[in-house]
Each structure stands twice: as structure tokens, then as C-alpha cells.
């Protein structure tokens, strides 16, 4: 009976990878991350879906937002998200750089534009419950819109003052060579979703509901 030589294949039982970090490789805390935002979605995903679905079923759904003040700051708002999601690259750059002290001058940026977002969030609503709007009423229309407003923009509200929080605690950990860059890319993954959220309540919550006389 013939014998069968082993035969060895090059490469069958080793990586051949040589490109440095693999590309597969996912940081356990940036992993958290995603797993933490893709539950989070689900549930704004779900609280706009219930605001859409009540909005739609509503005859006389209010429209109180009228261009001054109310577009306007919510546009100020906006802006103000934006341009802290801009700051948090350039965080997540300086850190990449090894550039502590400028990350965390740049994260604290962000993290100020987050606190001007929450006061600026916070006068308009104290705007609208001196107009006499409440969780189950508002001299407008459809008693829901108090609830439906107030649950969506508090949450996005909580998630931003998380944020800060959670900002300040890794500015000033990076700072002392305690941290990092992959734990300012995952605060930054953290803040980008946040901002990302406001775009879609913005239109949804502000524009859809401007006055329009």
C-alpha cells in the first residue's frame, strides 16, 4: 500500500497578517460603546416612532414655535451640537498625537458647548411652560404634546448633561496621563451619537411644528 506523505501548507496554521494592529481587532471599551448606542437607538428609535405615530393621529397637533425666538434658538442650538462634534475630532486627533494637554482642551470645548446646549434647551422650556404648557395640556391643541415634547427632549437633555459629565471626568484623566487616545475616541463615539440624535429631533420636534402664520 502506498504511504501519503504529510504535506505542510505555508501560512495554513499562522497569521500572515504583518500590517501591524489587526484590522478585526475591536478595543473592549469601544466595543461597550457600540453595544451601549446600538440599545440606546433602539429606544430613541422607538420614542420618535411613538411621537410620529401620536403626532399623525392627532387632528390639532399645536404649532407653537414660531420663528423668533423659538427656530431661532433651536437653529443656535443646533449649530452649538455641530461644532461641538467638531472640537471632539480634533480632541480625538491630539490624543492620537499623543498631544494630551491639547486633547483635553479640546474636549473641554466640546464639553462647554454641551452646557450652553442644556441652557439654552432649558429656557426654551421654561418658555413654554410660562405659555401654559403642561405634560397632559397646552392651550394649543392635542394634550399629549406636552408629554410627547418633554419625554423626548428631556432624554436628549439627560444624555447631553451625561455627556459633560463623562467629558470632564476624561479631559481631566488624559490630562494627568491616566487615559488613553482609545478612551477619547470612545467619549467621542459617545458625544457623536448624542449630536447625531438632535439632528433627526430637531426637524422632527421644531420645524414640523413651526408656526406657520
Known sequence: MASHEAVSIPGATESVWSGGASPYA????????????????ITFAALIVAYSYVRVASE???????????IVNATVMTVVLLTSS????????????????????????????????????VREWLGLIDEGVRLFKNPWGA???????FALTGLHMLHVTIGVVY?????????RGKLTSDDVEVSGLYWHFVDLVWMFLFPLIYLMSAKTA
Open 26 to 41: 475591536v478595543v473592549p471599551k469601544k466595543l461597550g460603546m457600540w453595544l451601549f448606542i446600538l440599545s440606546d437607538a
Open 60 to 70: 390639532n397637533w399645536p404649532r407653537p414655535f414660531a420663528l423668533w425666538p423659538s
Open 86 to 121: 467638531v472640537t471632539m475630532v480634533m480632541a480625538v486627533r491630539a490624543a492620537k498625537l499623543e498631544m494630551r494637554k491639547a486633547a483635553a482642551g479640546w474636549m473641554v470645548a466640546t464639553l462647554s458647548g454641551g452646557i450652553l446646549f442644556d441652557i439654552l434647551h
Open 143 to 149: 394634550p399629549m404634546f406636552g408629554a410627547s415634547f
Open 167 to 175: 467629558l470632564a471626568v476624561v479631559a481631566a484623566c488624559i490630562a
